[in-house]
């Protein structure tokens, strides 16, 4: 059986581990194409010592955000879906505006012309009026907002619970099998 496939964004924000997990859990469930922006690159090193090198087995393809003509670029390469975690205020702005300018926010682009799932993962805080705003306005164009914001109620005993409480909800969005923690009224989380 054939993998869906899902491109996978990772941005200059802060929130590398939530990237990190959702690559982790999609590894055996998608064909993953990764683009880092540069902003990402120095990110992912700063949160988490990783160079995107060590990114490169939980991928089926990984392109540079300079190559505008990668596959991911265009719409007639089908994908289940694209997110972007996490995503930075610059690149939900560019998205909002439909700037297409780096392969990251070209394959976003995509993804909203074709009508397909793109679920954008912010996680700064707090949020001035600018992003706001744009948050509004790329979801009126069709995206997902998906703050990395977990819930509680699952009872996390570790960060990986607060982790996996995102990568479920954005799983879900795909329409990808999680069970990551228990959801609401389920009891407790599996082992």
């Given amino acids: 059986m054939e993998l869906p496939r899902v491109v996978v964004g990772l941005s ?20 993953v194409h990764l683009v880092l922006s540069q902003g990402a690159k120095r990110v992912l090193w700063e949160e988490m010592g990783l160079s995107p090198k060590d990114l490169y087995p939980l991928a089926a393809r990984v392109y540079k955000d300079s190559d505008l003509g990668a596959p ?12 972007v975690i996490p995503c930075s205020a610059t690149t939900l702005a560019k998205v909002a505006h ?3 300018d780096t392969l990251l926010t070209r394959a976003a682009y995509v993804h909203l012309k074709e009508r397909r799932p793109l679920v954008l993962v912010p996680r700064e805080t707090p949020l001035p009026l600018p992003t706001l705003r744009a948050m509004v ?7 997902l907002i998906l703050p990395a914001s977990p819930g ?14 995102v990568t479920q909800r954005i799983l879900d969005h795909l329409g990808l099998p999680a069970r990551r923690v228990s959801r ?3 009891g407790e989380a599996p082992g």
């Fill in 184 to 186: 609401w009224g389920e």
């Fill in 98 to 100: 439909g700037l297409a």
């Fill in 72 to 83: 991911i670029a265009s719409g007639s390469f089908q994908t289940r879906g694209m997110v």
């Fill in 137 to 143: 306005q790329a979801a009126e164009a069709g995206a």
């Fill in 152 to 165: 509680f109620y699952h009872r996390p005993k570790e960060i990986a619970d607060l982790l996996g409480f």
């Fill in 12 to 31: 200059g924000a802060s929130g590398m581990p939530y990237a990190l997990d959702l690559l982790q859990a999609l590894a055996p469930l998608a064909e």
